[in-house]
Protein backbone atom coordinates (compact mmCIF):
# COMPACT_ATOMS: atom_id res chain seq x y z
CA UNK A 1 0.00 0.00 0.00
CA UNK A 2 2.57 2.56 0.83
CA UNK A 3 4.89 1.24 -1.93
CA UNK A 4 1.96 2.26 -4.24
CA UNK A 5 1.68 5.30 -2.96
CA UNK A 6 5.09 6.26 -3.14
CA UNK A 7 4.79 5.02 -6.95
CA UNK A 8 2.02 7.19 -7.38
CA UNK A 9 4.03 10.22 -6.16
CA UNK A 10 7.17 9.59 -7.91
CA UNK A 11 5.44 9.01 -11.08
CA UNK A 12 3.19 12.58 -10.25
CA UNK A 13 6.80 14.61 -9.60
CA UNK A 14 8.00 13.05 -12.86
CA UNK A 15 5.18 13.84 -14.72
CA UNK A 16 4.41 17.49 -13.49
CA UNK A 17 7.66 18.60 -12.99
CA UNK A 18 7.42 22.29 -11.84
CA UNK A 19 4.03 22.86 -12.77
CA UNK A 20 1.13 24.19 -9.99
CA UNK A 21 -1.71 22.81 -10.24
CA UNK A 22 -4.42 25.75 -11.66
CA UNK A 23 -7.04 26.68 -9.83
CA UNK A 24 -10.05 28.82 -11.32
CA UNK A 25 -10.93 31.57 -8.50
CA UNK A 26 -14.14 33.33 -9.65
CA UNK A 27 -13.74 37.80 -9.60
CA UNK A 28 -15.21 39.36 -6.88
CA UNK A 29 -19.07 40.58 -6.94
CA UNK A 30 -19.75 43.80 -8.36
CA UNK A 31 -21.23 46.92 -6.37
CA UNK A 32 -25.13 46.84 -6.98
CA UNK A 33 -24.38 49.97 -8.47
CA UNK A 34 -22.82 48.28 -11.52
CA UNK A 35 -24.89 45.39 -12.04
CA UNK A 36 -26.51 45.42 -15.54
CA UNK A 37 -30.06 45.54 -14.23
CA UNK A 38 -29.47 48.68 -12.16
CA UNK A 39 -28.20 50.50 -14.88
CA UNK A 40 -31.20 49.71 -17.45
CA UNK A 41 -33.31 50.61 -14.69
CA UNK A 42 -31.63 53.90 -13.87
CA UNK A 43 -31.44 54.60 -17.44
CA UNK A 44 -34.83 54.27 -17.62
CA UNK A 45 -35.91 56.68 -14.51
CA UNK A 46 -33.64 59.39 -15.98
CA UNK A 47 -35.45 59.29 -19.42
CA UNK A 48 -38.33 60.82 -17.85
CA UNK A 49 -36.92 63.56 -16.56
CA UNK A 50 -35.34 64.38 -20.07
CA UNK A 51 -38.74 63.68 -22.30
CA UNK A 52 -40.18 66.22 -19.72
CA UNK A 53 -37.70 68.50 -20.19
CA UNK A 54 -37.47 68.18 -24.28
CA UNK A 55 -41.33 68.62 -24.21
CA UNK A 56 -41.22 71.56 -22.20
CA UNK A 57 -38.66 73.24 -24.82
CA UNK A 58 -40.69 71.77 -27.51
CA UNK A 59 -43.98 74.21 -26.28
CA UNK A 60 -41.93 77.24 -24.94
CA UNK A 61 -42.96 76.10 -21.49
CA UNK A 62 -38.89 75.46 -20.25
CA UNK A 63 -39.29 78.40 -17.27
CA UNK A 64 -42.69 77.93 -16.53
CA UNK A 65 -41.53 75.47 -13.55
CA UNK A 66 -38.57 78.18 -12.06
CA UNK A 67 -41.23 81.09 -12.52
CA UNK A 68 -43.88 82.28 -10.52
CA UNK A 69 -47.56 81.93 -12.41
CA UNK A 70 -49.30 84.93 -11.17
CA UNK A 71 -53.31 84.70 -10.87
CA UNK A 72 -55.14 87.88 -12.52
CA UNK A 73 -58.82 87.57 -11.21
CA UNK A 74 -61.53 89.45 -13.75
CA UNK A 75 -65.23 89.81 -13.70
CA UNK A 76 -66.68 89.06 -17.11
CA UNK A 77 -69.96 88.81 -19.46
CA UNK A 78 -70.35 86.85 -22.36
CA UNK A 79 -67.05 87.33 -24.24
CA UNK A 80 -65.90 84.42 -21.37
CA UNK A 81 -66.02 82.36 -24.05
CA UNK A 82 -62.83 83.81 -25.52
CA UNK A 83 -60.59 83.73 -21.73
CA UNK A 84 -62.03 80.52 -21.01
CA UNK A 85 -60.75 78.30 -24.74
CA UNK A 86 -58.30 76.34 -23.43
CA UNK A 87 -56.13 77.20 -26.49
CA UNK A 88 -56.16 80.92 -25.06
CA UNK A 89 -55.33 79.67 -21.71
CA UNK A 90 -52.37 77.66 -22.39
CA UNK A 91 -50.92 80.64 -24.70
CA UNK A 92 -51.41 82.93 -21.65
CA UNK A 93 -49.77 80.31 -19.16
CA UNK A 94 -46.45 80.46 -21.66
CA UNK A 95 -46.35 84.18 -20.27
CA UNK A 96 -46.94 83.08 -16.40
CA UNK A 97 -50.41 84.01 -16.48
CA UNK A 98 -53.25 81.80 -14.88
CA UNK A 99 -57.10 83.10 -15.12
CA UNK A 100 -59.72 83.41 -12.33
CA UNK A 101 -62.78 84.44 -13.70
CA UNK A 102 -66.37 85.44 -11.99
CA UNK A 103 -69.00 85.45 -14.88
CA UNK A 104 -71.75 88.19 -14.14
CA UNK A 105 -74.19 89.89 -17.35
CA UNK A 106 -72.56 93.53 -18.12
CA UNK A 107 -75.28 95.15 -16.77
CA UNK A 108 -74.10 93.85 -13.19
CA UNK A 109 -70.73 94.16 -13.85
CA UNK A 110 -71.41 98.27 -14.40
CA UNK A 111 -73.01 98.69 -11.54
CA UNK A 112 -71.53 96.73 -9.08
CA UNK A 113 -68.05 96.71 -6.98
CA UNK A 114 -64.81 95.86 -8.26
CA UNK A 115 -62.90 95.53 -6.02
CA UNK A 116 -60.86 92.89 -5.32
CA UNK A 117 -60.83 92.10 -9.44
CA UNK A 118 -57.59 93.25 -11.75
CA UNK A 119 -59.71 93.77 -14.45
CA UNK A 120 -63.40 93.51 -15.96
CA UNK A 121 -64.33 92.30 -19.79
CA UNK A 122 -67.51 93.93 -20.77
CA UNK A 123 -69.60 92.58 -24.06
CA UNK A 124 -69.82 96.25 -25.19
CA UNK A 125 -68.60 99.86 -25.23
CA UNK A 126 -71.57 101.23 -23.16
CA UNK A 127 -70.98 99.26 -19.91
CA UNK A 128 -67.28 99.76 -20.20
CA UNK A 129 -67.57 103.46 -20.33
CA UNK A 130 -69.22 104.13 -17.36
CA UNK A 131 -67.03 101.93 -15.47
CA UNK A 132 -64.09 103.78 -16.65
CA UNK A 133 -66.42 107.14 -15.75
CA UNK A 134 -67.07 106.29 -12.38
CA UNK A 135 -63.38 105.03 -11.47
CA UNK A 136 -61.62 107.97 -13.05
CA UNK A 137 -64.21 110.44 -10.99
CA UNK A 138 -62.91 108.42 -7.82
CA UNK A 139 -58.89 108.91 -9.67
CA UNK A 140 -58.93 105.05 -9.83
CA UNK A 141 -57.11 102.87 -12.17
CA UNK A 142 -59.05 101.91 -15.49
CA UNK A 143 -57.37 101.52 -18.90
CA UNK A 144 -59.54 100.14 -21.78
CA UNK A 145 -58.55 97.85 -24.17
CA UNK A 146 -60.26 96.92 -27.38
CA UNK A 147 -59.11 93.70 -28.70
CA UNK A 148 -61.71 92.62 -31.39
CA UNK A 149 -65.21 93.43 -32.15
CA UNK A 150 -68.50 91.45 -33.20
CA UNK A 151 -71.32 92.89 -34.49
CA UNK A 152 -75.08 92.09 -33.87
CA UNK A 153 -76.64 89.57 -36.59
CA UNK A 154 -80.05 87.57 -37.34
CA UNK A 155 -78.89 83.76 -38.11
CA UNK A 156 -81.61 82.18 -39.90
CA UNK A 157 -81.84 79.51 -42.36
CA UNK A 158 -82.04 80.46 -46.07
CA UNK A 159 -85.35 79.19 -46.42
CA UNK A 160 -86.32 81.97 -44.09
CA UNK A 161 -83.71 84.83 -45.90
CA UNK A 162 -85.62 83.84 -49.31
CA UNK A 163 -89.05 84.39 -47.97
CA UNK A 164 -88.34 87.48 -46.36
CA UNK A 165 -86.56 88.57 -49.83
CA UNK A 166 -89.72 87.84 -51.80
CA UNK A 167 -91.49 89.68 -49.68
CA UNK A 168 -88.85 92.71 -50.43
CA UNK A 169 -87.84 92.78 -46.15
CA UNK A 170 -84.33 90.82 -47.52
CA UNK A 171 -81.75 91.14 -50.22
CA UNK A 172 -78.95 88.41 -50.96
CA UNK A 173 -75.48 90.34 -50.74
CA UNK A 174 -72.42 89.11 -52.78
CA UNK A 175 -74.03 87.16 -55.43
CA UNK A 176 -75.93 83.89 -55.09
CA UNK A 177 -73.44 82.00 -53.70
CA UNK A 178 -73.19 84.43 -50.68
CA UNK A 179 -74.19 83.20 -47.14
CA UNK A 180 -75.58 87.15 -46.07
CA UNK A 181 -78.46 89.06 -46.31
CA UNK A 182 -79.13 92.89 -45.49
CA UNK A 183 -82.74 92.91 -43.53
CA UNK A 184 -84.46 96.15 -43.31
CA UNK A 185 -85.08 96.12 -39.59
CA UNK A 186 -87.61 98.35 -40.07
CA UNK A 187 -89.53 96.56 -41.93
CA UNK A 188 -89.21 93.73 -40.40
CA UNK A 189 -90.21 95.07 -36.91
CA UNK A 190 -93.58 96.18 -38.63
CA UNK A 191 -94.19 92.53 -40.11
CA UNK A 192 -93.73 91.47 -35.97
CA UNK A 193 -96.36 94.41 -35.52
CA UNK A 194 -98.53 92.59 -37.53
CA UNK A 195 -99.14 89.55 -36.55
CA UNK A 196 -98.67 87.74 -39.46
CA UNK A 197 -97.07 83.99 -39.60
CA UNK A 198 -94.83 82.39 -41.85
CA UNK A 199 -97.10 80.67 -43.49
CA UNK A 200 -99.08 84.14 -44.67
CA UNK A 201 -95.29 85.35 -46.65
CA UNK A 202 -95.27 81.81 -48.31
CA UNK A 203 -92.79 79.98 -46.37
CA UNK A 204 -93.84 76.37 -48.25
CA UNK A 205 -92.32 77.59 -51.33
CA UNK A 206 -89.43 76.33 -50.04
CA UNK A 207 -90.15 73.99 -47.55
CA UNK A 208 -92.27 72.84 -44.48
CA UNK A 209 -95.31 74.83 -43.47
CA UNK A 210 -94.90 77.75 -40.03
CA UNK A 211 -97.95 79.23 -38.60
CA UNK A 212 -96.03 80.93 -35.92
CA UNK A 213 -95.28 84.47 -36.22
CA UNK A 214 -92.62 86.54 -38.26
CA UNK A 215 -90.42 87.08 -35.33
CA UNK A 216 -86.75 87.42 -34.24
CA UNK A 217 -86.09 84.87 -30.77
CA UNK A 218 -83.45 87.09 -28.37
CA UNK A 219 -81.76 85.95 -25.50
CA UNK A 220 -82.57 87.12 -22.39
CA UNK A 221 -83.09 91.15 -22.48
CA UNK A 222 -82.26 90.83 -18.54
CA UNK A 223 -79.24 89.46 -19.05
CA UNK A 224 -77.59 89.40 -22.36
CA UNK A 225 -75.95 92.10 -24.03
CA UNK A 226 -77.04 90.99 -27.39
CA UNK A 227 -80.30 91.13 -26.14
CA UNK A 228 -79.85 94.35 -24.73
CA UNK A 229 -77.86 95.56 -27.45
CA UNK A 230 -81.04 94.31 -29.66
CA UNK A 231 -83.49 96.34 -27.62
CA UNK A 232 -81.25 99.60 -28.23
CA UNK A 233 -81.29 98.96 -31.89
CA UNK A 234 -85.14 98.58 -32.02
CA UNK A 235 -85.59 101.49 -29.82
CA UNK A 236 -83.08 103.46 -32.25
CA UNK A 237 -85.60 102.44 -35.36
CA UNK A 238 -88.72 102.90 -33.92
CA UNK A 239 -87.86 106.67 -32.49
CA UNK A 240 -87.34 107.52 -36.12
CA UNK A 241 -83.31 106.63 -36.36
CA UNK A 242 -82.87 108.75 -33.55
CA UNK A 243 -80.97 107.78 -30.30
CA UNK A 244 -83.06 108.11 -27.22
CA UNK A 245 -82.26 111.27 -25.33
CA UNK A 246 -84.68 111.57 -22.35
CA UNK A 247 -85.96 109.64 -19.55
CA UNK A 248 -89.59 110.64 -21.18
CA UNK A 249 -89.01 109.25 -24.13
CA UNK A 250 -87.27 106.27 -23.03
CA UNK A 251 -90.35 105.08 -21.35
CA UNK A 252 -92.37 106.09 -24.18
CA UNK A 253 -89.66 104.30 -26.67
CA UNK A 254 -90.11 100.93 -24.28
CA UNK A 255 -93.52 100.55 -24.31
CA UNK A 256 -93.52 100.31 -28.02
CA UNK A 257 -91.09 97.52 -28.33
CA UNK A 258 -91.71 95.42 -25.26
CA UNK A 259 -93.93 93.21 -27.35
CA UNK A 260 -90.87 92.74 -30.08
CA UNK A 261 -88.86 91.30 -27.25
CA UNK A 262 -89.46 87.84 -26.86
CA UNK A 263 -88.09 84.25 -25.53
CA UNK A 264 -86.89 85.57 -22.35
CA UNK A 265 -84.77 83.65 -19.98
CA UNK A 266 -82.10 81.72 -22.28
CA UNK A 267 -78.49 83.02 -22.33
CA UNK A 268 -77.01 83.97 -25.39
CA UNK A 269 -74.98 81.23 -25.72
CA UNK A 270 -77.45 78.54 -25.38
CA UNK A 271 -79.38 80.17 -27.76
CA UNK A 272 -76.81 79.92 -30.67
CA UNK A 273 -77.18 76.21 -29.35
CA UNK A 274 -80.79 75.62 -29.99
CA UNK A 275 -80.24 77.26 -33.80
CA UNK A 276 -77.37 75.17 -34.65
CA UNK A 277 -79.27 71.85 -33.17
CA UNK A 278 -81.17 69.51 -34.88
CA UNK A 279 -84.44 70.95 -34.11
CA UNK A 280 -83.43 74.55 -35.10
CA UNK A 281 -85.56 75.23 -37.84
CA UNK A 282 -88.46 74.74 -35.33
CA UNK A 283 -87.51 76.40 -31.92
CA UNK A 284 -85.39 79.06 -33.49
CA UNK A 285 -85.90 79.97 -37.00
CA UNK A 286 -84.54 83.55 -36.91
CA UNK A 287 -82.28 84.53 -33.76
CA UNK A 288 -80.26 87.38 -32.02
CA UNK A 289 -76.16 86.31 -31.90
CA UNK A 290 -72.40 87.75 -32.29
CA UNK A 291 -71.41 87.56 -36.07
CA UNK A 292 -68.53 85.26 -34.22
CA UNK A 293 -70.73 83.01 -32.88
CA UNK A 294 -71.50 81.90 -36.77
CA UNK A 295 -67.67 81.99 -37.79
CA UNK A 296 -66.66 79.68 -34.75
CA UNK A 297 -69.34 77.26 -36.08
CA UNK A 298 -68.13 77.28 -39.69
CA UNK A 299 -64.57 77.39 -38.81
CA UNK A 300 -65.15 74.52 -36.55
CA UNK A 301 -66.96 72.19 -39.33
CA UNK A 302 -64.05 72.76 -41.31
CA UNK A 303 -61.54 71.71 -38.92
CA UNK A 304 -63.66 68.73 -39.33
CA UNK A 305 -63.22 68.49 -42.92
CA UNK A 306 -67.05 69.33 -43.09
CA UNK A 307 -68.28 71.02 -45.87
CA UNK A 308 -70.04 74.75 -45.20
CA UNK A 309 -73.22 75.15 -44.11
CA UNK A 310 -74.86 76.85 -46.99
CA UNK A 311 -78.19 76.36 -45.32
CA UNK A 312 -77.79 78.20 -42.20
CA UNK A 313 -77.18 82.20 -43.21
CA UNK A 314 -77.01 85.72 -41.58
CA UNK A 315 -79.02 88.64 -41.91
CA UNK A 316 -77.14 91.67 -41.32
CA UNK A 317 -79.95 94.35 -40.33
CA UNK A 318 -79.42 97.75 -42.21
CA UNK A 319 -79.19 99.44 -39.32
CA UNK A 320 -77.07 97.18 -37.39
CA UNK A 321 -74.69 97.43 -34.45
CA UNK A 322 -71.14 97.10 -34.07
CA UNK A 323 -70.26 95.39 -30.58
CA UNK A 324 -67.01 96.52 -29.13
CA UNK A 325 -65.97 94.49 -26.30
CA UNK A 326 -63.73 96.23 -24.02
CA UNK A 327 -61.09 94.62 -20.86
CA UNK A 328 -61.17 97.59 -18.33
CA UNK A 329 -57.46 97.27 -16.57
CA UNK A 330 -58.29 97.72 -12.47
CA UNK A 331 -54.74 97.03 -11.03
CA UNK A 332 -51.04 96.74 -13.53
CA UNK A 333 -52.23 93.19 -13.10
CA UNK A 334 -54.84 93.62 -15.76
CA UNK A 335 -53.24 96.19 -17.67
CA UNK A 336 -50.23 92.94 -18.36
CA UNK A 337 -53.03 90.93 -19.41
CA UNK A 338 -54.62 94.13 -21.43
CA UNK A 339 -51.37 94.62 -23.12
CA UNK A 340 -50.78 90.98 -24.56
CA UNK A 341 -54.61 90.98 -25.76
CA UNK A 342 -54.81 93.60 -28.63
CA UNK A 343 -50.44 93.31 -28.94
CA UNK A 344 -49.53 89.32 -28.24
CA UNK A 345 -49.48 87.30 -32.27
CA UNK A 346 -50.56 84.17 -30.56
CA UNK A 347 -53.73 85.31 -28.88
CA UNK A 348 -54.80 88.00 -31.84
CA UNK A 349 -54.54 84.54 -34.16
CA UNK A 350 -56.74 82.89 -31.68
CA UNK A 351 -59.24 85.50 -31.55
CA UNK A 352 -59.60 85.15 -35.62
CA UNK A 353 -60.04 81.66 -35.26
CA UNK A 354 -62.59 81.93 -32.52
CA UNK A 355 -64.66 84.45 -35.32
CA UNK A 356 -63.87 87.68 -34.04
CA UNK A 357 -62.95 90.87 -35.99
CA UNK A 358 -59.69 92.23 -34.70
CA UNK A 359 -59.77 95.65 -33.58
CA UNK A 360 -57.31 97.84 -36.17
CA UNK A 361 -54.02 97.96 -35.51
CA UNK A 362 -50.45 98.90 -37.47
CA UNK A 363 -52.40 99.88 -40.56
CA UNK A 364 -54.51 96.78 -40.41
CA UNK A 365 -57.77 97.23 -41.47
CA UNK A 366 -60.92 95.75 -38.84
CA UNK A 367 -61.24 92.07 -39.58
CA UNK A 368 -58.40 91.58 -42.09
CA UNK A 369 -57.11 88.25 -40.25
CA UNK A 370 -60.61 87.13 -39.89
CA UNK A 371 -61.29 87.56 -43.85
CA UNK A 372 -57.80 85.50 -44.32
CA UNK A 373 -58.63 83.16 -42.62
CA UNK A 374 -62.04 82.09 -43.86
CA UNK A 375 -60.83 82.55 -47.18
CA UNK A 376 -57.99 79.71 -46.53
CA UNK A 377 -61.20 77.88 -45.35
CA UNK A 378 -63.58 78.26 -48.30
CA UNK A 379 -65.87 80.29 -46.58
CA UNK A 380 -67.65 82.98 -48.25
CA UNK A 381 -66.19 86.46 -46.53
CA UNK A 382 -69.04 88.78 -45.65
CA UNK A 383 -69.26 92.24 -45.87
CA UNK A 384 -70.36 94.32 -43.61
CA UNK A 385 -73.70 95.94 -44.67
CA UNK A 386 -74.06 99.78 -44.70
CA UNK A 387 -71.77 102.59 -43.70
CA UNK A 388 -71.13 104.35 -39.85
CA UNK A 389 -74.18 106.66 -41.26
CA UNK A 390 -76.47 103.88 -41.16
CA UNK A 391 -75.72 101.75 -37.92
CA UNK A 392 -77.64 102.57 -35.03
CA UNK A 393 -77.13 104.79 -32.28
CA UNK A 394 -76.97 103.63 -28.36
CA UNK A 395 -78.82 105.43 -25.87
CA UNK A 396 -76.33 106.09 -22.98
CA UNK A 397 -76.33 103.22 -20.57
CA UNK A 398 -78.69 104.48 -17.71
CA UNK A 399 -81.16 105.30 -20.32
CA UNK A 400 -80.58 101.57 -22.30
CA UNK A 401 -81.05 100.54 -18.30
CA UNK A 402 -84.09 102.35 -17.91
CA UNK A 403 -85.94 100.64 -20.83
CA UNK A 404 -84.79 97.21 -20.33
CA UNK A 405 -86.07 97.34 -16.45
CA UNK A 406 -89.47 99.22 -17.80
CA UNK A 407 -90.23 96.20 -20.07
CA UNK A 408 -89.94 93.99 -17.15
CA UNK A 409 -86.15 93.24 -16.49
CA UNK A 410 -85.68 93.74 -12.70
CA UNK A 411 -82.88 96.08 -11.12
CA UNK A 412 -80.00 94.67 -12.02
CA UNK A 413 -77.83 92.80 -9.68
CA UNK A 414 -75.04 90.14 -9.88
CA UNK A 415 -77.24 87.31 -10.92
CA UNK A 416 -77.01 87.86 -14.47
CA UNK A 417 -75.08 85.64 -16.65
CA UNK A 418 -73.48 86.10 -20.35
Known sequence: MCSMLRGESRASDSGDAGHEPALDVPPPPRPYYLRRNFL???AALAALPLTGAATLVREEKWALPLSRVEVISGKLASKKEFLEDLTVQRILMKHGIRLDLTSA???????????????????????????????????????PYSPFLSPIVLATFRDYAETLRDNGIARLLDGSDSLYYEVDLKAFIDLTRSGRSWNDLGITRYGPANGNRVLANTPDVCGSNSGGTYLGMIAYVVNGNRVVQTEAEADAVAEKIKPLLTEQ?????????????PDGRQRGPIVVVYEHQYFTYQLDRRARSADVDRERVLMYPQHGYLTLPQLVALTPAGKRLGDLLVNDPE???????????LYPRHGVGPGAELRDLLEQQGIPTPVMAGSDDSQARLPRLPLLERMIVKIGCPESAETGEQ
Open 105 to 143: SSRAIAVNSLDGFDFAFLSGQPAATMIVEKRQARRLQAD
Open 40 to 42: IRL
Open 265 to 277: GLPSLEIFEIYIG
Open 347 to 357: LRARAAELGFR
